[in-house]
């Protein structure tokens, strides 16, 4: 062995290897196709800057973005039973559990918080795909009754997110009783004359649209997001026809009644804070501080 072998090799390779790069940086549009670094992403609330596609976002970040300085204070929901049914298919109930509690940070499908929104007093449940695919429980369902409660407590609305597959199979029964439980709660704030406000967001299937997701006095959707019960090949294949373009898309449903409006996710909060205000009577909201005045000196005397 040489001087070149011992130092040159080693100083050549040392300049010209590949540096690692960390996997998450960049997130690939699945609309697209579009790289996108992850910074400008998340201060783009995950919307694709090239072709505008929604991607999924936390609660948390969503939050962050609907509340006033993405202050907020969550609301305390009741523990559900655990593995009611001691239910196993390919993993026991319990065990999917904590994998989706480690790999999202939460302790089920559903958030729910209370805080300002441009000023105005709401409480705010927002479900999470990414927990086992949003599905709805039995925890998902006290979420839905703690939010409702408390905003009748605090007389302030309710503004839900939803974006679920529908029914968690793992609880079977106890899961579709969630259904009438939750159009209880929903009942509630109308009975108390409080707004109840749908963001329905992609997708949105099964039980969870045929429960509270379509209860709102006001449905709003996210551009192109998937709404319905049974999927579209399940539709085709049941009635034998082609389904037009667009079916189940927030713009077709927009077309044919079933929404009020289709906002995009960066319109959000202002769409939002208009419609509360309105709902609940209050003056318009101020979009922005003017500037504390300035003292003017007197003049000096002669």
């Known amino acids: 062995m040489n001087w070149i072998s011992n130092y040159v090799r080693p ?3 040392s300049l010209f290897s590949r540096r690692e ?6 997130t690939k549009c699945p609309e697209c196709g579009t790289m996108l670094f992850h910074r400008e992403l998340a201060a783009n609330l995950n919307v694709c800057s090239n072709c505008d596609h929604h991607m999924a976002i936390t609660p948390r970040d969503r939050f962050g973005a609907l509340f006033d ?3 907020f204070t969550e609301v305390k929901v009741p523990d559900a039973v655990q593995d009611p049914l001691h239910f196993r298919d390919q993993k026991k109930y319990p065990d999917r559990i904590k994998a989706a509690q480690k790999a999202s940070g939460e302790k089920d499908a559903m958030l729910v918080a209370e805080g300002d929104m441009a000023r105005t007093p709401i409480v705010a449940a927002a479900q999470d795909f990414s927990f086992m695919a949003g599905s ?6 006290n979420a839905i009754i703690a939010g409702a409660q408390r905003a009748v407590e605090l007389r302030r609305p309710l503004i839900l997110f939803s ?5 968690r199979m793992q609880e079977g029964m106890l899961s579709l009783m969630q259904m009438p439980r ?5 009942q509630m704030l109308k009975e108390a004359g409080l707004p109840y406000i749908v963001v329905l967001t992609h997708p949105t299937t099964g039980g969870v649209t045929a429960s509270y997701a379509m209860l709102g006095d006001v449905q709003i959707a996210e551009p192109n997001a998937q709404i319905g019960f049974a999927g579209a090949r399940v ?22 009644g079933m929404l009020d409006r289709v906002v995009h996710r960066k319109a959000m909060k202002d ?7 309105l709902l609940m009577a209050l003056p318009p909201g101020i979009k922005g501080d003017l500037p504390a005045p300035t003292e003017v000196p007197e003049p000096a005397k002669a």
């Open 11 to 13: 100083k050549i390779n």
């Open 182 to 186: 939750t159009t209880v709660a929903v």
């Open 271 to 277: 769409e939002l804070s208009t419609l509360v205000r």
């Open 235 to 256: 539709i085709e294949q049941t009635i034998r026809e082609k389904l037009p373009e667009g079916f189940q898309r927030a713009e077709y449903l927009l077309d044919h």
């Open 69 to 71: 300085g993405g202050i």
């Open 136 to 141: 709805m429980g039995m925890n998902v369902g």
């Open 21 to 26: 790069v960390p996997e998450n940086l960049w």
């Open 163 to 167: 974006a679920s597959g529908g029914a």
